[in-house]
């Protein structure tokens, strides 16, 4: 592969993808960035959007649609189609059958497309990456940081959130280097954090910020009352179960592995905002 063919982003437009594509340009390489408000239309729902996206790439970076996963599908397509490589963002604890209590959890999308990679004949790297510290920042929870409470059914259990620039990072080296081909990376923080750590590290950082536990279904009135569709509502409740389970308080080393450097922390996040 040479420095001069244009590298897929397919979900160039989100929390990772936006940042993959950032540090593609920064470091000279041509980035082709789909999404389905990007110029490049890629609508997951519509495989009709696939081709064009897919056509004169040999290296992508796939950020799947998790509400109707079909990675598979895009793999078939993309091999058809002559790409080499493909580095596929996917999710700590999704090979675990017991991660989810209230749901099966053997044959879940995430699974589904990593399995398709693996057996794909292609290049591959995958990424599991615990909760990402910008969904406080510029995600989900940020209307919660902007109120100043953080109202969660998570009470004293831990999570060494990661940040999305180190992702993006670990994305970039194997979209562009040797070495991390046939590797799965799994993504964490440097330590644990409990959301009242969250909350005292916004504090520190100017932000004033409490966590108030709640239980599930006041979480779920609570982000209905605000707006949020109930089926969202719901979706977020349930796959912050493991989480309040302490199923997501262990470290990875996949960023170390990756970069050979620790990575950053919930502070370095804070400080960069902005």
């Not at 707006?227 to 796959?239: M, S, T």
Request: proline content about 7%.
């Amino acid at each position: 592969m040479t420095n001069t063919d244009p590298i897929l982003v397919i979900g160039g437009t989100g929390t990772t993808g936006r940042r993959v594509a950032r540090l593609l340009a920064e470091r000279g390489r041509a980035v082709r960035v789909a999404s389905r408000s990007a110029a490049h239309r890629f609508d997951w729902t519509d495989p009709a959007t696939w081709d064009a996206a897919l056509k004169g790439v040999r290296t992508a970076y796939v950020v799947p649609n998790d509400a109707d996963p079909r990675t598979p599908d895009l793999i078939d397509a993309a091999r058809a189609l002559g790409l080499e490589r493909l580095v596929l963002l996917s999710a700590r604890g999704n090979d675990d059958p017991e991660y989810y209590t209230d749901r099966p959890n053997l044959d879940n999308g995430h699974m589904q497309g990593e399995k398709a990679l693996a057996g794909s004949g292609l290049e591959w790297t995958v990424l599991r990456p615990t909760w990402f510290a910008q969904n406080f920042t510029d995600g989900f929870f940020t209307p919660m940081v902007e109120a100043g409470d953080l109202r969660l059914p998570v009470h004293g259990a831990a999570c060494p959130y990661v940040d999305a620039d180190d992702i993006a990072e670990v994305a970039v080296a194997a979209l562009t280097g040797d070495g991390h081909q046939g590797r799965t990376y799994e993504m964490s923080g440097p330590r644990p954090l409990t959301l009242g750590e969250v909350a005292e590290a916004f504090t520190a950082a100017g932000t004033p910020v409490a966590h108030t536990p709640v239980t599930e279904e006041e979480f779920i009135a609570e982000r209905v009352a605000a707006g949020i569709p109930e089926e969202v509502a719901l979706i977020w409740a349930d796959v912050m179960g493991p989480l309040a389970r302490g199923r997501e308080a262990h470290l990875s080393t996949g960023v170390e592995d990756a970069l050979g450097r620790p990575p950053r922390s919930l502070e370095d996040t804070l400080s960069r905002r902005g």
